[in-house]
């Protein structure tokens, strides 16, 4: 599990309360993470907002009175300061480019594992954006058409040759395994390369390289 210099305040917003309890629950074991509280929509989400000034919100998409998307595009335009981290259901890809565009910093299923919601957490409090690890292409694609663009202030992404043709077959799919097979390096010389690209770009996982290689025009699908 990642370490934290200090206590993250988070608050969570969603419409449903089984999902608040059980999210309650599964951080009450974390001392380096504090629910400082809970809304169950968006208008309670941005007053809480302004009166507890959270270093991390975390918000349903779908909520009554105001939903995700304005509740973000308020707390962003007042407080640009706190990441705000969307969660989303399979079946909201349109909703989650609206999201990030409207200011989120990243996005998560809700029934992601403990470990990365933790890991998001933490990499939006440190300033990076997040991509859930089962991001699909087809919202890779959406999100490469849309105005959300963190990577405007990579103006010069200085790869090799060697890191280009490795980010293009992460590009169209091909595991670590099958690179180092094509490529004939061995599987660690490969996940060396995979950690620089992702240093480079500032990204965490597989979907924020494809995303940022769309982005900075490397790649095309």
Not at 6 to 27: N, Q, S
Not at 167 to 172: F, R, T
Not at 186 to 208: D, H, L, W
Request: glycine fraction near 6%; include cysteine.
């Amino acid at each position: 599990m990642p370490t934290y210099s200090r206590t993250i305040k988070i608050i969570l917003a969603d419409d449903h309360e089984i999902f608040r309890d059980g999210f309650r629950v599964m951080l009450k074991k974390q001392t380096d993470i504090k629910l400082v509280g809970e809304a169950a929509d968006g208008r309670d989400l941005v007053e809480l907002v302004e009166q507890a000034r959270p270093d991390v919100v975390l918000t349903d998409i779908k909520m009554p009175h105001l939903d995700g998307i304005e509740a973000t595009r308020i707390i962003h335009k007042k407080f640009p300061e706190i990441p705000i981290i969307a969660l989303s259901m399979f079946d909201d890809e349109n909703l989650i480019v609206d999201m990030l565009e409207a200011g989120a910093k990243g996005y998560l299923l809700k029934n992601s594992p403990k470990e990365e919601i933790m890991k998001a957490i933490l990499d939006v409090h440190n300033g990076d954006i997040y991509y859930c690890k089962t991001t699909s292409n087809k919202l890779i694609q959406m999100m490469a058409k849309s105005q959300f663009n963190p990577y405007k202030q990579l103006d010069k992404l200085e790869l090799s040759p060697r890191e280009i043709e490795i980010v293009l077959l992460i590009c169209q799919e091909n595991t670590t395994k099958e690179i180092a097979g094509k490529l004939f390096l061995s599987i660690r010389t490969v996940e060396g390369y995979r950690e620089k690209i992702q240093e480079k770009m500032g990204v965490k996982n597989t979907a924020g390289i494809v995303v940022c290689a769309i982005k900075k025009g490397i790649f095309r699908f």
